[in-house]
T-cell receptor, first 114, second 114 residues
Framework: AQSVTQLDSHVSVSEGTPVLLRCNYS??????LFWYVQHPNKGLQLLLK??????LVKGINGFEAEFKKSETSFHLTKPSAHMSDAAEYFC????????????FGRGTQLTVWP | NAGVTQTPKFQVLKTGQSMTLQCAQD?????MYWYRQDPGMGLRLIYY???????DKGEVPNGYNVSRLNKREFSLRLESAAPSQTSVYFC?????????????FGPGTRLTVL
């Protein structure tokens, strides 16, 4: 079975401080993992994806995530938050095959204070 | 490339009315998906089409039907709308050429059923 759990429903940070959004996965096979971002009243935009090529994945807008098999985690980080990072973030798991059924976490709402 | 487009962007229905949500992609993708998004629930898969001519149920198919009209277009129909179908609906697509299960999303349709 495949599932993804986002450990925090809300995260608040001050502008300029680090961001950490946590995600754990469970899978009986080597998964593909994604982070998507959704700004208010917008669609979902791909931030980054892990497909087993490298455990540290760099994405757009300064975000990165590290796949840790021993911890079954795929946490999203950014060294310094910007006001424009305020959005909802989804951790998503897939089977790593070309038939792409995806499994969504429930989302983490990131608030950035000035 | 427009990517994934959806029409309409907004819709208000009365209970019992019917409507069809349209989705089209210009990325030559084989697979297409319909999701609904509700607060705190992430995205849940309604139906998907792995390739032209095939459709399959996802997690929450009740009350919906789909048609894969051709490779580009995948429509979602509500035959008799209910207030529980008030949601934001997203269409997505993914392609074999990319060798991953990355999905690309449309901007969404906001549906209210009164």
């Amino acid at each position: 079975a495949q599932s993804v759990t986002q450990l925090d429903s809300h995260v608040s940070v001050s502008e300029g401080t680090p961001v950490l959004l946590r995600c754990n996965y469970s899978s009986s096979y080597s998964p593909s993992l994604f982070w998507y971002v959704q700004h208010p009243n917008k669609g979902l935009q791909l931030l980054l994806k892990y497909t087993s090529a490298a455990t540290l994945v760099k994405g757009i807008n300064g975000f990165e995530a590290e796949f840790k098999k021993s911890e079954t985690s795929f946490h999203l980080t950014k060294p310094s938050a910007h006001m424009s990072d305020a959005a909802e973030y989804f951790c998503v798991g897939g089977r790593g095959s070309t038939l792409g059924r995806l499994y969504f976490g429930r989302g983490t709402q990131l608030t950035v204070w000035p | 490339n427009a990517g994934v487009t959806q029409t309409p962007k907004f819709q208000v229905l009365k209970t019992g009315q019917s409507m069809t949500l349209q989705c089209a992609q210009d990325m030559n993708h084989n697979s297409m998906y319909w999701y609904r998004q509700d607060p705190g629930m992430g995205l849940r898969l309604i139906y998907y089409s792995a390739s032209e001519g095939t459709t399959d149920k996802g997690e929450v198919p009740n009350g919906y039907n789909v048609s894969r009209l051709n490779k580009r277009e995948f429509s979602l129909r509500l035959e008799s709308a209910a207030p529980s179908q008030t949601s934001v609906y997203f269409c997505a697509s993914s392609g074999w050429r990319e060798r991953t299960d990355t999905q690309y999303f449309g901007p969404g349709t906001r549906l209210t059923v009164l």
